[in-house]
Every structure is written in structure tokens, then in C-alpha cells.
């Protein structure tokens, strides 16, 4: 026999067991997103490599290191979507969603980066993405803070943190880019392998470096927050005033910059002390030269993606139940010769709207028992022959003492929605 072929490293299956969490946490997002507004955009899992050399960042890790990139048979240079906002982004200027217009959009699907796969980081993960496109104001940086808090609230989940901070405009970031290289060139001596590639090519990735003998180097760097213009400043600080007036607790982070150069102005990101070293549950903020950078017209731009992964680890470690899509009927049959009848049975019971599972493919009465027992179905619907000559059911408890009853055909689905109301 040969070798069993497995599934590639860092990407996993999501098995019925676990299913019922990402249903939940999906269901439970999309009707938040339909409640703010936000209406659901797909797009291709491909894209050009320049989409993402361009938007991301061609010196960041994920450009340089992650992405899986590859020519296709007629040589164009392909790589897998790494993140969602680039793809949205390039769908909206392509379909002319953004010419004077505002979007708010989300989407859901899988992503791709080669990274080493540890608990909450695999090389396929999957991603909820909220985009608000053409709106400039600090109040749609709020209403998406708000947004996600409240996902926080639908699903139970607490120990969560907000830290957020501002990175102003790219000139501004451009004049604190060089005082950033002046501070770490004098400490050159103590900066790590990464960071002296960065230093001059992405400095201020170096202030995101999760290396413990850095902690030093970094906390004395120079301050972002100190360096920012007034038109940014005034807009971190509405933000803010918006944030304590709706009661959302935060932490003004001046070290958080994030991974992605397409961002300006607001960043944010939900942690939690639960996940490890993967502490990042949500993550986002503003970018507003993004659409321009694509080809489009200058268009603000805010949003955030949720790993889905993490999130439903963290569901699990917080022992939130999963949500099972067990059935509520199992039909079973005394004789072979009862199985069209059953089927027809169980045809008439979805009909009326109750989730069903009708036995196939033959065994004994007591094994069909027992199977309907595994289900976690409520109550079993028993069919044989004497049942069909008198137009009646079995019908069974499974959850209770096996109570059993005889019930006229026409009467059973009014019997069944009476049982279980009493329980």
C-alpha cells in the first residue's frame, strides 16, 4: 500500500468537530457588517506580484520573505494573496466602485505566507477584511474600532486590549525616518542581524522588533508621536475623544507601526496575553495614498482584517461552546422495504423545517439506534410496516427516559414541536 498523502505543512483542515465555531463566528460577522452598512466584495485569490510589491511594501518581511510567488505558463509573475486590502483596493478602481463615491466593503477567505507555522500562525489562514473607502474623518477610524468591539461583545470574548497610535502623513514620516536612522546608527553596536538590514531600507520596522535584546534600543528611539504635524495630531486626538465617548478603553501605543508601508495616520490592533507570542487577534488602520498608489484617484481608505485562526483559538481557550448543527430527527426503518416511505418522511419534515437525518445504506434497527444516538438528534422516527399499513410514526426519545409513542402521520409534526417545548 502506498503512503498516505497528507495535507502541506501549515496548511490544515477544518474538521465537522470544529466546524461549528468558524460557523458561528462567520454568521455572527456577517450580520454585524450588514448592520453597520458594509456589503460583501470577492476577489480573486491571484494577483499580480506588483500589486503586492507595490501596496505592501517591496522591503517589507512579507514581500521579501512570505509570499508565494510563481511565473505562470505564459511567464507573468503571480503570487497568492498575502492580505485582502491590496485585492479589494484593485477591484474597487478596476469596477469604478471609488470615483466619487464612498464603499464599505468586507470580505472572507483564505491568505497565504510561507511563515514558520506555530499555534495561530499557519501559512494558510483565513481573514474577515472591513474596508471603508472615500470617507477621511477620525469618525470612520471610530465606527471601525467600534465595529470590532462589538464583535468582542457578540461573541463573550473579553481580555481583550486596544492599543492604537498615529503615524501621520508620509512627510512626516519622512523627516522622522532620518532622526530614526541617526538615533540607531549611534547604537549600531547593538542592533540585531534584521534590524541592520532594515536600518537604512525600512527603519522604522526596526521599532517593531519582537527580539528581547532590542527592547533596550527601541524604547529610546525617537518618538513618532512627537514628530507629527497639526492636521495629524488633530485627527488622533478627535479619534481619541471619539473612542472615550463611546466607553472604549485604550492604550496609546507610540512603538506600534505596523507591518504594511500603505498605512497613515490611525493603527490599531487588538492583543490578548492568551495566544503566546501571537497576541494579535485584529488589526488596522488608515491609508489613504493607498488607491492612488494602485492608479486610482486620491481616495482616504480605512479598515482592519481578523485572522479567524487566532480568534477561534481564543475562543476555545475562553472554553466559549461551539455552536454544533446537530440533527433535531433521525429517521430510522424496521424493514428494508419502509426506506421510500422513510424518505419521503424525511423530505416532509425538512419541508416543515426541522433539520433531519434519514438512514441509508442498511443495518439492523438497534445498529440505526445507535447511530441515532451518535447524532445527537433529539428524537428518532421510527418506520416499518405495521407503521405504514396504519399511517402511523414511532416516535422516539433519544435524550430523555426512551419514551416512545405511536402518532398519526398527519399529526406529527404538531406532536414533535410539542414534546420539545416542554423541555
Known amino acids: 500500500m502506498s503512503k498516505a498523502i497528507q495535507a502541506v505543512r501549515g496548511m490544515n483542515d477544518v474538521l465537522p468537530d470544529s466546524i461549528g465555531h468558524w460557523q458561528h463566528v462567520e454568521r455572527i460577522a456577517r450580520d454585524l457588517l450588514h448592520a453597520y452598512g458594509y456589503r460583501e466584495i470577492r476577489f480573486p485569490l491571484l494577483e499580480k506580484t506588483e500589486l503586492y510589491a507595490r501596496s505592501i511594501g517591496e522591503l517589507t518581511d512579507i514581500v521579501e520573505k512570505e509570499m508565494y510567488t510563481f511565473e505562470d505558463r505564459n511567464g507573468d509573475s503571480l503570487t497568492l494573496r498575502p492580505e485582502g486590502t491590496a485585492g479589494c483596493v484593485r477591484a474597487g478602481i478596476e469596477h469604478g466602485l471609488l470615483h466619487n463615491q464612498q ?11 510561507h511563515e514558520r507555522p506555530q499555534k495561530g500562525r499557519y501559512r494558510q489562514f483565513h481573514q474577515f477584511g472591513v474596508e471603508a473607502l ?29 492599543e492604537i497610535n498615529s503615524l501621520g502623513t508620509p512627510s ?11 538615533y540607531f546608527e549611534s547604537r549600531r553596536g547593538e542592533l540585531d542581524e534584521d534590524s541592520l538590514r532594515r536600518l537604512h531600507r525600512n527603519p522604522m520596522r526596526v521599532l517593531d522588533s519582537k527580539n528581547p535584546a532590542m527592547q533596550d534600543v527601541v524604547s529610546g528611539a525617537p518618538s513618532l508621536a512627537d514628530a507629527l504635524d497639526n492636521e495629524s495630531r488633530a485627527h488622533f486626538d478627535q479619534l481619541l475623544e471619539l473612542l472615550a465617548g463611546a466607553n472604549v478603553s485604550f492604550v496609546v501605543n507610540p512603538r506600534l507601526v505596523r507591518g504594511l508601508d500603505y498605512y497613515t495616520r490611525t493603527v490599531f490592533e487588538w492583543t490578548t496575553d492568551r495566544l503566546g507570542a501571537q497576541s494579535t487577534v485584529c488589526a488596522g488602520g488608515r491609508y489613504d495614498g493607498l488607491v ?20 477561534i483559538e481564543l475562543l476555545a481557550i475562553q472554553g466559549a461552546a ?3 448543527h446537530q440533527p433535531e430527527l433521525f429517521v430510522a426503518v424496521a424493514q428494508p422495504t419502509a426506506q421510500a416511505a422513510a424518505l ?11 433539520r433531519v437525518t434519514c438512514h441509508c445504506g442498511g443495518s439492523s434497527l438497534k445498529s440505526q439506534l445507535k447511530q441515532a444516538d451518535r447524532s445527537g438528534a433529539r428524537l428518532a422516527l421510527l418506520l416499518g410496516e405495521d407503521e405504514l399499513a396504519r399511517g402511523q410514526v414511532q416516535v422516539k426519545d433519544l435524550r430523555g427516559a426512551g419514551e416512545q409513542w405511536s402518532v398519526a402521520a398527519g ?9 420539545l417545548e416542554q423541555r
Request: proline residues 6%; glycine residues 10%.
Open 292 to 311: 492612488e498608489q494602485l492608479g486610482g484617484r486620491p481616495t482616504p481608505a480605512a479598515g482592519f482584517a481578523i485572522g479567524l485562526e487566532r480568534l
Open 322 to 324: 461551539s455552536q454544533p
Open 134 to 162: 472615500g470617507i477621511p474623518g477620525p469618525d470612520v477610524d471610530a465606527e471601525l474600532v467600534l465595529l470590532s468591539a462589538r464583535w468582542w461583545r457578540a461573541l463573550n470574548l473579553d481580555g481583550l486590549t486596544l
Open 344 to 354: 419521503q418522511l424525511a423530505e416532509r419534515m425538512r419541508d416543515a423545517g426541522w
Open 172 to 182: 512626516v514620516r519622512a523627516a522622522y525616518r532620518e532622526n530614526l536612522v541617526a
Open 103 to 113: 464603499q464599505r466593503l468586507w470580505y472572507l477567505g483564505p491568505m497565504f505566507r
Open 411 to 419: 399529526e406529527l409534526d404538531g406532536f414533535l414541536r410539542e414534546r
